[in-house]
């Protein structure tokens, strides 16, 4: 199962892609599929408030797993292990929770900006 969407830059594209990961419950346990929610949440909400423009949302159910890649338009960042959020702080756990979640994960800077993560179906 394939999925690929364009949401746009405003904050009701994060609902979009929460209903849209909907459809990959048959491919997860439901704990994981809670997993897949947040963790695609944290992504294109990052996407939508540091890269300005579209985002383009794919979900791929993989032998085993499923693939998330949310790709915009922004610069990117340098990839490396977050730091724990501050306990005081509302903001900066996205990236921190696809560390903790995610089975892998990473970033690939070119033209556009690409962040996946592979969540496993069990």
Request: hydrophobic content about 40%; glycine content about 10%.
């Amino acid at each position: 199962m394939r999925l690929a969407m364009r949401l746009p830059d405003e904050p009701r594209a994060v609902a979009e892609a929460r209903r849209a990961v909907s459809s990959f419950g048959e491919e997860l346990m439901p704990a994981k599929l809670e997993d897949l929610r947040l963790l695609t949440t944290e992504v294109v909400t990052n996407a939508i408030r540091h890269a300005g423009g579209w985002v383009d949302l794919h979900i791929d159910a993989l032998p085993g797993c499923v693939r998330v890649e949310v790709i915009d338009p922004g610069p990117g960042f340098a990839p490396g292990p977050p730091d724990p959020p501050s306990t005081d702080s509302i903001d900066g756990r996205g990236l921190y929770l696809v560390d903790q979640i995610a089975d892998r994960w990473g970033v690939e800077r070119g033209r556009r900006t690409r962040v996946w993560f592979e969540i496993g179906a069990g």
